[in-house]
């Protein structure tokens, strides 16, 4: 959890988000999340919804209109995404003030995607995460992208971060001081991606985090959520991003196998609807690269290391390593898919 949140949050802002949205307090159920607190609870009408609590620190009353004036534009085209919902006011995002002038907290509430998400069934998951529904998330990211290409925020002040804008791609404010190679190779990263073209077709919106913990499942139906995120990326991008989390899921002898084994199908349900060139699958290196290089600061940042467990401190670890010594995130042929 983001620990200016975490300070700043107290059960009454809870409480009075709750009830702009009309729902009574203490049917709100939390969540494990990671940046935002964030609740389940059926409202007035029977709609079982998600409430979401962030903090200006994080993100400004604009910038989470931006996020919600995209996800409306993707749902006004029968996309499967999880729409936001009215306050009882009639606003998208209701503001409530902090004990700190010019501070605030924001409340977002939108309709929960039907259906689990995988990790939360595992015996789901055994039964249907395979190629189909690869294909299938390959069509799913290819619908999205073409709608993104069509979007413009109807206000400036909406406009979402660039790729290069998100925090924690800046690793020298989060990786201690003395980790000079990390910094050099995330360095390194970004300054090649920075020259990659950046033409309408190959970039815009992107949701950057539709991983399997962002998307759940109902007989055969995907509904993607949490765009908290979405930022001006490559499309690329977005397809590395789950890539690189469906191989973090899998044992670490087997990820490069489990890459591929999920690249191929996803690519045909995506080359279906819109292409992917070999030159694009060719930056998937340094994409991959990035977002290891990400969540290496996410570490720093969430987490304090004197109270994490070996786990997590093994994984630090081998972040570090594998950074410094630009050890591939996955061994494939990208230009061979």
Known sequence: MHPELVRRFRSQVKDEAAMRYGVPPEALVPL???ENFVFECTNQDGVDIILRISHSARRTLDYTLGEIEFVRFLSAAALPVSKP???ESGQFVER???TEPGQYFLATVFERASGVVFDEAPALKDLFWGPPLFTELGRIFARLHNRAQEYRPSNPRFKRQEWHEYDVVDIDRFAPPNEHLVRQRTAEIIGRLKRLPREPSDYGVIHADLHPHNFCF???????FDFDNCEYA????DIAVILFYVARGAPMGSRAEAGAAFLAPFL???????PCSREWLETFPDL???QRSMNYALFHQYRDREHVDEADLDSWRRFRRDIEANTPVLKLDFASF
């Open 268 to 274: 045909a349900g995506y080359r279906e609807l819109r």
């Open 32 to 34: 494990v999340a990671f």
């Open 288 to 290: 991959l690269a990035l």
């Open 96 to 98: 409530i003030e902090d």
């Open 234 to 237: 490559w499309f690329a991008k």
């Open 85 to 87: 919902l009215l306050s």
């Open 218 to 224: 109902d007989n055969g139906r995907v509904t993607a």
